[in-house]
């Protein structure tokens, strides 16, 4: 099974509408993240999360919610879908406690059309 | 601000080395890392540099040096299967989150 799983894998959804994307992870890490990955552009940080109760917008926040629910999940909210939100989102991990913070672990990633 | 540059294509042909270079203007710079991604999977962890000099990892290295904001990573042997994208990433002091560069999409010629 997957250490660092990301639901729906796949999603299109229309302009305007509010959705949720979902990651779970079994590595019980402290640290998780969401990313947003544009052709040509890497990868950016949208929010990131230490703890439960330790939430951080990342450099491109905007438009973008999320809730940490347990240490093993972290949900991403788009409140009002655009276009240009249209990318493929990853959520990754990391342990504090290993020392190397620095080693991140995606999940696969969820490919969002939005029309 | 942040930025890391790095070249976004490279060719090489199977069994070479090729060298994938990486340089950062960064506040508060802790240390480097690589990651790779084949065709929009997930990134996965190749190498980190805390400190100036050669991390080898198998037929994958790193070097980084600080005094130049510069590193790279070096790909020997090459093999069909290292065709994919490359980022470099730096963690800043008070740690925990990576700035990304852009990629570099290396293709492998038979």
């Known amino acids: 099974d997957a250490d660092v799983t990301q639901t729906p894998r796949n999603r299109i959804t229309k302009t305007g509408k509010r959705i949720m994307l979902e990651c779970s992870q079994t590595?019980?890490?402290?640290?998780m993240y969401w990313y947003r990955q544009d052709p040509g552009l890497g990868l950016r940080l949208i929010y990131y999360?230490?703890?439960?109760?330790?939430?951080n917008k990342g450099e491109i926040s905007d438009g973008y919610s999320v809730s940490r629910q347990a240490q093993a999940k972290f949900s991403l909210s788009l409140e009002s879908a655009i276009p240009n939100q249209t990318a493929l989102y990853f959520c990754?991990?990391?342990?504090?406690?290993?020392?190397?913070?620095?080693?991140?672990?995606f999940g696969p990633g969820t490919r969002l059309l939005v029309l | 601000g942040q930025s890391l540059e790095q070249p976004s294509e490279v060719t090489a042909v199977e069994g070479a080395i090729v060298q994938i270079n990486c340089t950062y203007q960064t506040s508060g710079f802790y240390g480097l890392s690589w990651y790779q991604q084949h065709d929009g999977g997930a990134p996965t962890f190749l190498s980190y540099n805390g400190l100036d000099g050669l991390e080898e990892t198998g037929r994958f290295s790193s070097f980084l040096s600080r005094s130049d904001s510069y590193g790279y990573l070096l790909l020997q042997e090459l093999q069909m299967k290292d065709s994919a994208s490359y980022f470099c990433a730096v963690t800043t002091t008070g740690g925990g989150k990576l700035i990304f560069g852009q990629g570099t999409e290396l293709s492998v010629k038979p």
């Open positions: 990754a991990t990391s342990d504090r406690g290993s020392g190397r913070e620095e080693t991140q672990y």
């Open positions: 999360s230490f703890d439960v109760k330790d939430i």
């Open positions: 590595k019980g890490h402290d640290r």
